[in-house]
């Protein structure tokens, strides 16, 4: 009887690795990045070459880091989801306009709407790198303490949005919640 | 015969020239610069390194490599920059950990398993009784068969 079932076993054992790998997309790599202050960087601003910007100018509550380009495709699919974003949820966003050119990438901005409250202007992909990107569009959350909660690889749309972001946020905010009670009842 | 072939050096020429990339490092480094670029896995074609992919980020990490180099960074250093950035997913030959130890540790309990397994098939059959004499059933059934053959 052992004989049969020590192989059947092993056998379904694999079945089962094999078959969860099916539905694993092997394009999306973890970032090692999540959990850590967001890297830092000097750059001039898309619109004024003479501005610059650096990581503090990236403040706020909950803020998005969106990396894209106008030779990338699908930046060009998520560009209404994130004028949504801003316009109907006052989203801050702020741009990584990735390994691009300054001029096609103002006139986009014309075109299609600008979701951004600025962009950091970083042709030689040299931010990217720090950033970890490796495929725009790319979209990091950032809280108020400089710390890269979330990354998505791939285009923003309004259900990835509620489904990833916003339930990431609220896990954050109850979480912090939870610990600002806690600090007050040992208080 | 030659004409036949010509489109195919034509391809083989401008592919050598577009895998050759246009970063050059000085002689000294060069060594290690393809060594560190063929432990690099290029995030847009994974199944190819850094040193063979023509993706547009391979040139990125290329000319990073190429600086770290040239400001006298550790071959370990520069591995290290990588993989803080884009996990241990970009180093072809990924790190022991925790996480990993079945990854290194598991061909090696399938080699031992495999021949213990064998080791232990062998010594059951070695032990075993050789059948000497026939039982009057087997030696009945024996003379069956061959009579029938004879037949």
């Known amino acids: ?187 | 015969m030659i004409k036949n072939f010509l489109p195919l050096f034509i391809c083989l020429f401008y592919l050598s020239v577009a895998n050759a990339g246009f970063i050059t490092v000085a002689p000294e480094y060069e060594d290690r610069y393809e060594k560190i670029l063929s432990q690099l896995r290029c995030l847009v074609c994974q199944n190819q390194t850094v040193a063979e992919s023509p993706a547009g980020l391979a040139d990125d990490f290329r000319l990073e490599v190429k600086e770290m180099l040239e400001r006298g960074a550790s071959d370990e250093e520069i591995l290290t920059f990588m993989s803080d950035r884009y996990g241990d997913f970009v180093l072809y030959k990924p790190p022991v950990k925790t996480r990993t130890y079945l990854l290194w540790v598991g061909p090696f309990v399938f080699l031992i398993g495999g021949v213990l397994l064998v080791v232990t098939l062998v010594k059951k059959r070695a032990q075993a009784e050789p059948i000497t004499e026939l039982s009057d059933q087997d030696k009945q059934r024996l003379k069956s068969l061959l009579d029938e053959d004879n037949k």
């Not at chain 1, 040299?126 to 725009?136: E, L, S």
């Open chain 1, 1 to 187: 009887m052992i004989r049969f079932l020590v192989p059947a076993f092993i056998f379904l054992v694999l079945v089962g690795f094999l078959f969860v790998g099916l539905y694993k997309d092997p394009s999306l790599v973890p970032s090692p990045l999540i959990g850590k202050p967001v890297p830092t960087f000097v750059a001039s601003t898309l619109k004024d070459p003479n501005k610059t910007i650096t990581e503090k100018d990236l403040q706020g509550e909950f803020i998005l880091v969106n990396v894209w380009a106008t030779w990338c495709a699908a930046c060009k699919q998520e560009h209404a989801a994130l004028v949504y974003l801003t316009e109907q949820l006052q989203v801050p966003i702020y741009g990584l306009n990735y390994k691009d050119d300054r001029k096609s990438a103002l006139d986009w901005l014309q075109r299609y709407g600008d979701p951004y409250v600025a962009n950091i202007f970083d042709d030689s992909g040299r931010i990217g790198i720090d950033f970890g990107v490796y495929g725009a569009p790319e979209t990091f959350l950032i809280d108020k303490h400089g710390i890269i909660q979330h990354k998505l690889v791939g285009i923003m749309t309004p259900d990835v949005w509620e489904n990833q972001f916003v339930t990431k946020i609220n896990q954050i905010i109850s979480a912090s919640n939870a610990m600002s009670k806690q600090m007050a009842s040992v208080q």
